[in-house]
């Protein structure tokens, strides 16, 4: 028809192609809008640089190499570029690429922010390149930027992840210290990694310590406790705690639960793996099948459950939604 189309027009196609997943497309289309003498338009670069990194069939020497070409013809990428660009290396697997972005960050003259470093350190963390993380971790402290407990969650997970657990809880007083209070993460992260290492006394010790500082415990916390316990022969105490757990915590089904009953029934403590059982059901909690599996196996022993008993567990069962 001979119109030409402004550039205004071809900005809205592009947002439109970028809006529904059409990358190539919005591509295309900025490449026919330089094409027709309009220069390089940066927020257009920016939207479709965002777009291809929220594509998850993206790949990596793509986006790299639209981030290349740009560069060439113009394009200076901003904090909120390389974030992006970061953020999708790490989601890959490809931690050592998004400290490659980092580093080409810095030599741009653009200085990341925490959340660039925290990114970059969970994904070499990933990788496990320890050594590197704790030069990207030594390197944000050196910049003076000052690590949120994102961070502290982060690098403390890959010292549990190397079996440094004492130099994960090292680092709750320097959280303290510089104003950042550990939250729930933290806790779970380091009452695993003790629990993992058969050091159950800490744990016990480490979980007063967090109930004190007012963080308060999940299921998750829970669960981390009783398989500690459970895995280490201490039964008495994984029933406190399953016990617990059915009093204080909000849940409906949890597989460690099975595996309690299930352990009881191997050591011939049925009796008690039927009264667990019944609170279970009285809470709305509905065992697993391994649960019930063992339960019926065991009923064939020199413990065998009575069909009363089995009638009164599998009514309430029954009328669960």
């Given at each position: 028809m001979g119109i030409r189309l402004e550039?205004?027009?071809?900005?809205?196609?592009?947002?439109?192609?970028?809006?529904?997943?059409k990358v190539g497309y919005a591509i295309e289309i900025m490449n026919c809008m330089m094409n027709n003498g309009y220069g390089l338009n940066v927020k257009i670069c920016s939207l479709i640089l965002s777009s291809m990194c929220e594509q998850k069939?993206?790949?990596?020497?793509?986006?790299?190499?639209?981030?290349?070409?740009?560069?060439?013809?113009?394009?200076?990428?901003?904090?909120?570029?390389?974030?992006?660009?970061?953020?999708?290396?790490?989601?890959q697997g490809r931690g050592l690429h998004a400290l490659n972005v980092l580093i080409k960050m810095k030599g741009e003259g653009i200085?990341?922010?925490?959340?660039?470093?925290?990114?970059?350190?969970?994904?070499v963390i990933t990788e496990g390149d320890f050594?590197?993380?704790d030069q990207v971790f030594d390197e944000l402290l050196v910049l003076g930027l000052v690590p949120d407990v994102y961070t502290y969650n982060v690098y403390i997970n890959g010292l549990c992840k190397q079996n440094r657990v004492e130099s994960g809880l090292?680092?709750?007083?320097?959280?303290?210290?510089?104003?950042?209070?550990p939250n729930l993460i933290t806790y779970n992260i380091l009452l695993k990694a003790l629990c993992?290492?058969?050091?159950?006394?800490?744990?016990?010790?480490?979980?007063?310590?967090?109930?004190l500082n007012g963080v308060g415990v999940n299921l998750q916390t829970y669960r981390i406790m009783l398989e500690g316990l459970f895995g280490k022969g201490d039964i008495e105490e994984a029933c406190v705690f399953m016990e617990e757990m059915l009093d204080k915590v909000l849940v409906c089904f949890c597989s460690s639960f099975d595996?309690?009953?299930?352990?009881?029934?191997?050591?011939?403590?049925?009796?008690?793996?039927?009264e667990l059982l019944k609170k279970m059901v009285a809470k709305k909690v509905d065992p697993g099948a391994k649960a019930w599996e063992a339960l019926l196996l065991s009923s064939g022993s020199e413990h065998s459950l009575e069909e009363t008993t089995w009638a009164g567990l599998v009514e309430p069962i029954a009328a669960l939604p």
């Open positions: 550039e205004s027009s071809f900005r809205i196609l592009v947002n439109a192609l970028c809006g529904i997943g069939d993206s790949e990596g020497v793509v986006v790299m190499g639209f981030l290349g070409e740009m560069q060439k013809l113009g394009f200076c990428p901003g904090m909120m570029d390389y974030s992006n660009v970061i953020r999708f290396m790490v989601k200085k990341p922010d925490v959340i660039c470093y925290t990114m970059v350190l969970h994904g050594k590197k993380a090292m680092m709750i007083s320097s959280m303290e210290e510089l104003g950042c209070k993992n290492s058969g050091e159950l006394r800490r744990a016990r010790n480490l979980m007063r310590e967090m109930t595996v309690v009953i299930y352990g009881l029934c191997q050591r011939g403590l049925v009796c008690k793996a039927t």
